[in-house]
């Protein structure tokens, strides 16, 4: 749904200004520019960096990209394998086996594979289209200041930018000084914003350097498995794919080992020779030895200042989700801004960003570490008691491989006392409107509450019903196939929803903007006290709303 532009206020340049332009901040802006809110982005760098970097994303990622028309499933920037993900010790035995062939609790495939520049392109063409967001590439931020209405940062020509002619440049000619109601900085692990801000981080003291390979083969890959990681202390190593025709080595740094050395082009051909690639069958696109590291900040939101992405979180990529978290971030916070610019929430609805936010990062966080303490093990004895350990358990459950990891948000706006309340909800195929797709894509997304063979606008009653009104969210009845379903918003094709809503034992779900769930209920009189309770966690101004 879009809503009418802000209306243009000489007092701010912005409603919301956004540092830094990679995929968070560039997200966030789409989801801004939606709602017809005045953003300006900034980004340090005139042009955007061409090279891979993150290269997967999970089911998640994929639900939310879908708002924006882009489909992962049929998309030829995009790419999937319906493939178990091993580990295999030196000898090539198996470790661990985890479940990336499954379709997901969302409603997508569990892990996706992509170039990310590919994805920064296809977002940055959105942004281009959307007349009240204002792009600033090649400026930075020099200081920033707030008060109880607005925030003032000082920008200034990126220097290294600047100075790329020669000789003396004033970098500072043409300063300029931005004033919006709202900051996001979504600048990166060196983040001017939270510095700026003076939050501290929560340093895990993780620290390992890694070989990044990126190859371009010139002939199809089919080498297998596709996806697998090869626990060799001898040199621990990733191999999976970069998205369509790309793929990814990863080596570890031995002790003792110069980074200078190891990203020569000579030694790359070298660590990738055994794996059958050479320069005469692929192009090395990229070579760069990254520090893997494990912070949070304590603190996402100061005032009218908020952090997202690398800004606020920085993990290793052993469960693939560094990128996938800083996108949450920019989904969570597009809601929760748009409220607030649109005067149907107060200010307070920030504080559930942080603790939600920051406990969800922190368990991907700690996970990825677990994840790198069995992989980067480089002593021979050591690994050797790892495999017995690994192999037991993979005997134990007869070799199933095991589910992908998903966690729960912290404490925040959703109901306390409800079982399954800030999980991530679950989607199936409905038939709505004339259409068969996806819930998100045949009903809508937004706030919801679904009632299955129940009609949640009954159970809800007048009163809250206008309450539901004023955070823009909708009620449907779902349908059972075979049922009563003559007065029903949506037809449970698959039966997702039947059975989901009897696993948890409720008839009502009452779902968020972001996918999750804000609280279950069981009978109408307990779903009017839970919705009672979110509302109230959201702090909505009625009186502000027309």
């Given at each position: 749904?879009?809503?009418?532009?802000?209306?243009?206020?000489?007092?701010f340049?912005?409603?919301?200004?956004i540092?830094?332009?990679?995929p968070?901040?560039?997200l966030?802006?789409?989801?801004?520019g939606?709602?017809?809110?005045?953003v300006t982005?900034?980004?340090?760098?005139?042009?955007a960096y061409g090279r891979?970097r993150?290269?997967?994303y999970?089911h998640?990622?994929?639900?939310i990209?879908a708002?924006?028309?882009?489909?992962s499933?049929?998309d030829?920037?995009?790419?999937y394998?319906d493939?178990?993900?091993?580990w295999?010790?030196?000898?090539g035995?198996?470790?661990?086996i985890v479940?990336w062939?499954?379709q997901?609790?969302s409603g997508?495939r569990?892990r996706?594979?992509f170039?990310?520049p590919?994805?920064e392109?296809r977002?940055t063409?959105?942004?281009?289209?959307?007349?009240?967001?204002?792009?600033l590439?090649?400026?930075?931020?020099t200081?920033?200041?707030?008060?109880?209405?607005s925030v003032?940062v000082?920008?200034r020509?990126t220097?290294?930018e600047?100075g790329?002619?020669?000789?003396?440049?004033?970098v500072?000619?043409d300063?300029?000084v931005?004033?919006?109601q709202?900051?996001v900085g979504?600048?990166g692990?060196?983040?001017?914003v939270?510095?700026a801000?003076?939050i501290e981080?929560?340093?895990r003291g993780?620290?390992?350097?890694w070989?990044?390979?990126d190859?371009i083969?010139?002939?199809?890959?089919t080498a297998q498995?596709t996806q697998w990681?090869l626990?060799?202390?001898?040199r621990?190593t990733t191999?999976?794919p970069?998205?369509?025709?790309r793929?990814?080595w990863?080596f570890?740094?031995?002790p003792?080992?110069?980074?200078?050395?190891?990203?020569?082009t000579r030694?790359?051909w070298e660590l990738?020779?055994p794996?059958?690639?050479?320069?005469?069958?692929?192009?090395?696109?990229?070579?760069a030895?990254?520090?893997?590291?494990?912070?949070?900040a304590?603190?996402?939101?100061?005032?009218r200042c908020?952090?997202?992405g690398?800004?606020?979180h920085?993990m290793?990529?052993f469960?693939?989700e560094g990128?996938c978290?800083g996108?949450?971030?920019?989904?969570?916070?597009?809601w929760r801004?748009n409220a607030?610019?649109e005067?149907r929430m107060s200010?307070?609805?920030?504080?559930?960003y942080t603790?939600?936010?920051?406990?969800?990062?922190?368990?991907y966080i700690e996970?990825?570490q677990?994840?790198g303490?069995?992989?980067?093990?480089a002593?021979e004895?050591?690994a050797?008691?790892?495999?017995?350990k690994?192999k037991?358990?993979?005997?134990?459950?007869?070799?199933?491989?095991?589910?992908?990891?998903?966690?729960?948000?912290?404490p925040?706006?959703?109901?306390?006392?409800?079982?399954?309340?800030?999980?991530?909800s679950?989607q199936?195929?409905?038939e709505?409107?004339g259409?068969?797709d996806?819930f998100?894509q045949?009903?809508?997304?937004?706030?919801?509450?679904?009632g299955l063979d129940?009609?949640p606008?009954q159970?809800?009653g007048?009163?809250?019903?206008?309450?539901?009104a004023?955070?823009?969210?909708r009620t449907a009845?779902?349908a059972?196939?075979?049922?009563?379903n003559?007065?029903?918003?949506?037809?449970?094709i698959?039966?997702t929803?039947?059975q989901?809503?009897?696993k948890?034992?409720?008839?009502?779900?009452?779902?968020?903007?972001?996918?999750?769930?804000?609280?279950t209920?069981s009978?109408?009189?307990?779903?009017?006290?839970?919705?009672d309770?979110?509302?109230?966690?959201?702090h909505?101004r009625?009186?502000?709303v027309?």
């Amino acid at each position: 749904m879009n809503a009418p532009a802000s209306s243009p206020n000489s007092r701010f340049d912005a409603d919301v200004a956004i540092i830094g332009g990679g995929p968070v901040g560039t997200l966030l802006a789409i989801l801004l520019g939606q709602r017809g809110k005045r953003v300006t982005l900034v980004e340090r760098w005139s042009k955007a960096y061409g090279r891979p970097r993150a290269v997967t994303y999970d089911h998640e990622i994929a639900r939310i990209l879908a708002t924006l028309g882009i489909d992962s499933e049929h998309d030829p920037a995009i790419s999937y394998h319906d493939e178990l993900y091993y580990w295999k010790d030196a000898r090539g035995e198996n470790l661990q086996i985890v479940d990336w062939q499954s379709q997901s609790a969302s409603g997508w495939r569990v892990r996706y594979w992509f170039n990310q520049p590919d994805l920064e392109a296809r977002l940055t063409r959105i942004v281009d289209g959307m007349p009240g967001v204002t792009q600033l590439r090649g400026w930075e931020g020099t200081e920033l200041v707030q008060d109880r209405d607005s925030v003032t940062v000082s920008l200034r020509r990126t220097p290294q930018e600047v100075g790329e002619g020669g000789g003396d440049v004033d970098v500072d000619a043409d300063a300029r000084v931005l004033r919006a109601q709202y900051l996001v900085g979504a600048d990166g692990a060196n983040s001017f914003v939270r510095e700026a801000l003076g939050i501290e981080n929560e340093d895990r003291g993780y620290f390992f350097d890694w070989l990044i390979l990126d190859l371009i083969p010139r002939e199809a890959y089919t080498a297998q498995p596709t996806q697998w990681q090869l626990c060799d202390p001898k040199r621990p190593t990733t191999i999976v794919p970069g998205g369509p025709g790309r793929r990814r080595w990863e080596f570890m740094v031995l002790p003792g080992e110069s980074a200078e050395e190891l990203q020569t082009t000579r030694r790359a051909w070298e660590l990738l020779a055994p794996w059958g690639m050479t320069p005469d069958n692929a192009e090395l696109e990229r070579s760069a030895v990254y520090r893997f590291q494990a912070r949070w900040a304590k603190t996402w939101h100061r005032g009218r200042c908020v952090i997202a992405g690398d800004a606020a979180h920085l993990m290793p990529p052993f469960a693939g989700e560094g990128m996938c978290a800083g996108l949450r971030d920019a989904f969570a916070l597009g809601w929760r801004l748009n409220a607030m610019l649109e005067g149907r929430m107060s200010d307070a609805v920030l504080d559930s960003y942080t603790t939600e936010r920051l406990e969800h990062a922190k368990h991907y966080i700690e996970f990825s570490q677990a994840l790198g303490k069995i992989i980067c093990i480089a002593n021979e004895n050591e690994a050797a008691e790892r495999d017995v350990k690994m192999k037991a358990d993979l005997l134990a459950r007869n070799h199933q491989p095991v589910p992908t990891d998903v966690c729960h948000l912290g404490p925040g706006a959703w109901s306390a006392g409800s079982a399954h309340a800030g999980e991530l909800s679950v989607q199936g195929v409905v038939e709505a409107n004339g259409r068969r797709d996806r819930f998100d894509q045949a009903v809508g997304h937004g706030w919801f509450v679904i009632g299955l063979d129940a009609d949640p606008a009954q159970a809800l009653g007048p009163e809250r019903l206008e309450q539901l009104a004023l955070i823009e969210g909708r009620t449907a009845r779902i349908a059972t196939p075979g049922g009563e379903n003559t007065a029903c918003d949506a037809l449970d094709i698959d039966s997702t929803y039947q059975q989901w809503l009897e696993k948890i034992e409720a008839s009502y779900v009452v779902l968020r903007p972001d996918f999750y769930v804000a609280a279950t209920a069981s009978s109408a009189a307990q779903l009017r006290e839970r919705f009672d309770e979110v509302i109230a966690k959201l702090h909505v101004r009625v009186r502000d709303v027309a």
